[in-house]
């Protein structure tokens, strides 16, 4: 069966350094989505892509995030300076496409990030 | 604000049914979701149902939805050591670019 890969799955920084995650979608879909999950809290959308576009990057904090899907296929989701309260679970998920709600999200196994 | 509610926790007994609820927020919601997340794991689709309906079920699963309430429920039945998990609900609101919008998520203890 079909999986979303994520890469590592497990990373420990230092504050002011730069972290970066890797997500490969389940071959064939279209749409990928990076979530940040605070322990004890649902997922929350960070960016949501369309092929290599962003389609919604409102929740990105963009001064220190940023995103990239440049051939619409694997993506990397980079924080530089990484923050003590960046420390969470980084989900990414797929889908065919966007074009319903109906949609579903298959999610990744996560890269749990801890900043000390 | 956009707020899907669930109660943090539930205990049950082995064998017993679980009921686990969840509040959305959009009455114009037409997907919602119910995600599995085991400890340090991703989220593992588990069911879904349209607006359309009130009630899927689907094994031991048993979807419940009260839109005049914008309430849903998914019930365990025979709940076993391995549901012991965190189940989120989600809704996809009708505008926008139909994100998921995810409850808190509710964790489920399951006792031998």
Redesign the interface.
């Known amino acids: 069966e079909a999986e979303?890969a994520?890469s590592p799955r497990y990373k420990i920084t230092e504050k002011s350094q730069a972290v970066a995650f890797w997500c490969d979608p389940i071959s064939g879909h279209a749409t990928l989505?990076w979530y940040r999950q605070i322990l004890?809290?649902?997922?929350?959308?960070l960016v949501?892509f369309q092929d290599e576009s962003v389609?919604?990057d409102s929740q990105l904090p963009k001064d220190r995030f940023s995103a990239e899907r440049l051939k619409g296929v694997d993506s990397t989701l980079k924080i530089q300076p990484a923050e003590l309260g960046d420390s969470a679970m980084y989900?990414c998920?797929s889908s065919l496409d966007?074009g319903?709600?109906?949609?579903?999200?298959?999610?990744?196994?996560?890269t749990?990030l801890l900043v000390l | 604000g956009e707020d899907?509610e669930q109660s943090l926790f539930l205990s049950v007994r082995e064998g017993d049914s679980s009921v686990i609820n969840c509040t959305y927020t959009d009455s114009s919601?037409?997907?919602l979701?119910w995600?599995k997340q085991e400890p340090?794991?991703?989220?593992?689709?588990l069911t879904?149902i349209?607006s359309n309906m009130d009630m899927k079920q689907d094994q031991r699963l048993t979807v419940l939805l009260n839109k005049k309430d914008k309430h849903l429920s998914l019930r365990i039945a025979d709940t076993q050591t391995g549901d012991s998990a965190i189940y989120?609900c989600?809704e996809?609101p009708?505008s926008?670019?139909?994100?998921?919008i995810?409850?808190?998520?509710t964790r489920l203890k399951v006792l031998a």
């Open positions: 979303v994520q989505y004890g809290q649902g997922p929350e959308l949501q389609v919604d989900l998920a966007t319903t709600p109906a949609e579903t999200q298959y999610f990744g196994p996560g749990r | 899907v919601s037409t997907y979701y995600y340090g794991a991703g989220l593992q689709l879904y349209f989120f989600a996809i009708t926008g670019t139909y994100k998921y995810f409850g808190t998520g």
